[in-house]
């Protein structure tokens, strides 16, 4: 089972930026739909974005569509979520995630998250006002 890290949360201003890495071990990434969720405290986990290992098809929730962009490095079994236009609102441990392409949901349906099958301990953003 492929085994995912997070890097590169922090500290960051309104309206500053981050690239958020994850790093996949134990197994290629070629087959393996891949995404970020994040959850806020008292809030909900929401599904962030995906992109799918058969076309390159993206899913960007509503939240954040237009200010992160998703890229997949497979050679380098690497992943990004790059965010920009930060708000104080998209502070939240984010989470890296994998779902294998046999499983029932894949990206970019609405329901990805619940295909993922695997996720690391996540890394925290904290966007100040």
């Known amino acids: 089972q492929v085994q995912l890290v997070e890097s590169g949360g922090g500290l960051v201003q309104s309206g500053g930026s981050l690239r958020l890495s994850c790093a996949a071990s134990g197994s290629t990434l070629d087959y393996y739909d891949i995404g970020w969720f994040r959850q806020a405290p008292g809030k909900e986990r929401e599904g962030v974005s995906c992109?799918?290992?058969?076309?390159?098809?993206?899913y960007y929730a509503d939240s954040v569509k237009g200010r992160v962009t998703i890229s997949r490095d497979n050679a380098k079994s690497t992943f990004y979520l790059q965010m920009n236009s930060l708000k104080p609102e998209d502070t939240a441990v984010y989470y890296c995630?994998?779902?294998?392409?046999?499983?029932?949901?894949?990206?970019?349906?609405?329901?990805?998250?619940?295909?993922?099958?695997?996720w690391g301990k996540g890394t925290l953003v904290t966007v100040s006002s």
């Open positions: 992109i799918s290992s058969s076309d390159g098809s993206t």
């Open positions: 995630a994998a779902g294998g392409f046999s499983g029932t949901y894949h990206c970019p349906e609405v329901n990805w998250l619940s295909g993922m099958d695997s």
